[in-house]
């Protein structure tokens, strides 16, 4: 069976596409490849991609994310190694960014942040598969480190 070989990228409807493309370049570094006439940015955490993330603007007025909705509840951007997060982490905090908390999920440590809008978004780091545990749930057993020891797990 054909499949796909990876996702490519994500749309988001946001109020202030300004103020949103600022906040994805300020707090996770993206920067803009292009801009559509009518209200699109696109942008990218990588040279050479045309866009892992569009902006598409909807206007002030907009409702935003519900959580009884169906539809997106996060998305995730994979950071290159632990000591990466933990930089990503002190700078989002210095930046004052809407953190929602710390998730140790074994194989993996993922921080929760909101954007402007209220999308929900984890940026994480992922232990290379030689490491994983052997067990049948992968998401079982405790994460070598804490970004911080009293945050709560979410």
Do not use: C
């Amino acid at each position: 069976m054909v499949k796909p070989r990876q996702l490519g990228h994500l749309v988001l409807r946001v109020r202030d596409l300004e103020a949103s493309e600022k906040w994805y370049s300020e707090v996770l570094g993206l920067h803009t490849t292009t801009k559509r006439p009518g209200g699109m940015t696109f942008m990218s955490a990588k040279e050479g991609s045309s866009h892992e993330l569009a902006l598409m603007s909807v206007g002030p007025d907009a409702p935003g994310p519900e959580e009884t909705r169906v539809g997106l509840y996060h998305f995730a951007w994979e950071m290159d190694s632990f000591e990466d997060l933990k930089e990503l982490y002190e700078h989002m905090k210095a930046k004052d960014v809407n953190i929602g908390g710390i998730g140790d999920h074994g194989i993996s440590m993922g921080v929760y942040l909101f954007d402007p809008d209220g999308n929900e978004i984890e940026v994480y780091y992922e232990m290379p598969k030689e490491e994983w545990p052997d067990s049948e749930y992968l998401f079982a057993g405790e994460y070598p480190e804490k970004l911080e020891a009293e945050e709560v797990a979410v």
